[in-house]
């Protein structure tokens, strides 16, 4: 056996007794801890990476490199008068244990840049797209004008405040004048041209049937409208009502997100007469102004900022480019990530509940609204006893997750909306890329008993990386399901960290952490140049490094090596 032989023998050798015997433990921990970080409720973040091996085996873990060392050592004495051959089998394995430590050193220099970028930019608080207010509380506040749309339990209406009059502007234009607008100018961006400077608000009136007349029976009932207001949306003496006979704080807020809606005001008026009211919605009136209506007299108005569209709506009338669609995928990732983050599940997520603008540069910014059935649960786990059949599992049926629609109601049985909002995102992307969504109608699956191969075919024009992110989003395991956060970061890494990408593998992360501080100092010099800090693109950067976690990150790596290496092997057969 030659040296050089006998050397790659040892150091296979030396990884292999240490990986499958004193490391063994330390892996069905770092397997359950990562099973953790794919269930539903808040992640533990830590100072310092997870240890491959567990506590009684502390000293291994914290100085392998000495071990190394002793190993080395031990070889030349003991096998001093042995064959070279022996020698050398022993002082390869000793470099094989230190190997290890070189890898959890590389961990540890990874986990700490990590910590240093997040540190960074989550100082960098995202700004409300309004300037801030100090009035607004009252109906008689602000001027209503059209009504813009109309759901299930509510209608919404573009306002304007008379304590900030709205500067003059060429002209108000409605969607029929958004679509003429645009086969003209045959430019997705004509979308733009919408004037909201008349009315840069929008009232949503929610529709009040059982919630009795005082103000503290209908915020309780409908409180959960009330988890994206800001900190300033109720007066003083509302933030504390009446639950079940005690005083006790309103239901927990999600902060701030460039892609999660955000409530201005949040108060409770009289339901006035407006206009397309008796034509519209009747029956939800109350009786002094409609005979027959079974609605009460004061309801929940909310104030939020008028976009020109919804997802929907823009969908039918323009396709966005592979970037844009790529960038709108991430986008709702990205909000669903924060979400979970906060311990709310939003239920109901569908192309007519995100909302639509556009950047200085015409890229749509999405932005996810109406919250009425969403999960805001004070112990933030997104899980729900489902013990009767009168739970509810959320809003559309057609988009809810398999593990949602298939559980049947029984003692212990719990509702996981964990990766549920993720499962919604992969059916919504089918239609950001211009295909009828499989689950409605028009396709024909149920969520209840589709099966994976028969998802339809995404458009050869879609990225083969976004193509596997929407597969895996759609997986019916939600066990074999990545989070919103790794499936963005997989996105996030696809658009940009391509060349880091290149020959790496799932465990070195040296190269993935130079290009991630390459990628701070870049988009912090973007952000002090000004204007570009308002666009999608820089939004979504500064979000995917405010949010950096070396476990989600290798995740994300290993699962798009993976894909690229499904699409070789499906090439090469072909």
Not at 84 to 108: C, H, K, M, S, T
Not at 149 to 155: D, L, Q, R, V, Y
Not at 443 to 467: F, H, I
Request: glycine residues 8%; charged residues 20%.
């Amino acid at each position: 056996m030659s040296v050089k032989h006998a050397i790659s023998r040892g150091l296979e050798l030396g990884r292999s007794v240490f990986q499958l015997g004193l490391l063994k433990s330390g892996g069905r921990l770092a397997a359950k801890l990562r099973a953790d970080r794919f269930r539903a409720g808040p992640s533990v973040r830590t100072a310092q990476p997870q240890a491959f091996l567990p506590s009684r085996y502390r000293y291994y873990r914290t100085s392998l490199k000495g071990l190394a060392a002793q190993l080395q050592s031990a070889g030349f004495r003991r096998f001093a008068g042995g064959s070279p051959r022996n020698r050398a089998v022993f002082l390869a394995f000793g470099l094989g244990v230190g190997l290890i430590e070189q890898q959890l050193e590389d961990d540890r220099k990874s986990a700490s840049t990590c910590q240093e970028i997040q540190a960074v930019f989550r100082k960098k608080k995202f700004q409300a797209p309004l300037k801030p207010f100090t009035s607004g509380f009252k109906l008689e506040d602000y001027i209503l004008g059209n009504q813009i749309g109309k759901g299930s339990n509510a209608a919404v209406y573009e306002a304007a405040a008379q304590f900030a009059p709205p500067k003059q502007s060429a002209r108000k234009c409605s969607l029929v004048q958004i679509k003429e607008d645009e086969v003209e100018t045959e430019a997705p961006r004509s979308l733009t041209c919408c004037s909201l400077r008349n009315f840069p608000f929008a009232i949503k009136m929610m529709w009040n049937f059982g919630a009795g007349s005082s103000s503290e029976a209908i915020l309780k009932s409908m409180s959960q409208e009330l988890v994206p207001a800001g900190p300033h949306a109720l007066k003083q003496e509302k933030e504390e009502i009446t639950l079940d006979g005690h005083f006790g704080v309103l239901p927990k807020r999600v902060s701030a997100h460039p892609n999660v809606i955000r409530v201005y005001r949040a108060f409770t008026a009289d339901v006035p007469l407006l206009p397309g009211a008796q034509e519209e919605y009747p029956d939800v009136l109350p009786p002094r102004l409609n005979p027959a209506g079974l609605g009460n007299n004061r309801t929940l108005f909310l104030v939020m900022k008028n976009y020109p569209c919804t997802l929907r709506q823009y969908l039918e009338m323009s396709t966005p480019s592979r970037r844009q669609g790529t960038l709108m995928v991430l986008q709702l990732l990205e909000g669903v990530d924060h979400l979970c983050r906060e311990g709310v599940a939003h239920r109901d997520l569908k192309s007519d509940n995100v909302l639509l603008e556009f950047d200085s540069d015409g890229c749509p910014r999405l932005v996810i609204s109406d919250f009425g059935c969403c999960l805001a649960q004070s112990d933030s786990s997104l899980q729900l006893p489902f013990n009767s059949i009168w739970v509810s599992k959320g809003g559309n049926a057609s988009l809810m997750a398999p593990e949602v629609a298939t559980a049947v109601p029984g003692c212990g049985v719990m509702l996981d909306y964990g990766k549920a909002d993720a499962w919604a995102v992969g059916a919504i992307s089918y239609e950001i890329f211009g295909q009828q969504n499989p689950f409605y109608r028009a396709v024909g699956l149920e969520s209840r008993n589709y099966q994976e191969k028969q998802l339809p075919p995404l458009p050869s024009t879609v990225p083969a990386d976004v193509q596997f992110v929407i597969r895996l989003l759609l997986r019916r395991n939600p066990n074999k399901r990545p989070t919103a956060r790794v499936a963005a970061n997989m996105l996030h890494l696809s658009l940009w960290g391509r060349k880091a990408l290149a020959n790496q593998d799932s465990v070195g992360m040296r190269k993935l952490a130079d290009w991630l501080l390459c990628q701070s100092a870049m988009v912090l010099l973007k952000g002090c140049q000004g204007p570009s800090g308002n666009r999608v693109e820089a939004e979504l950067q500064r979000s995917f490094l405010a949010n950096l976690e070396l476990e989600d990150l290798r995740t994300a790596v290993g699962f798009l090596l993976y894909g690229r290496e499904q699409s070789q092997a499906c090439v090469l057969s072909v």
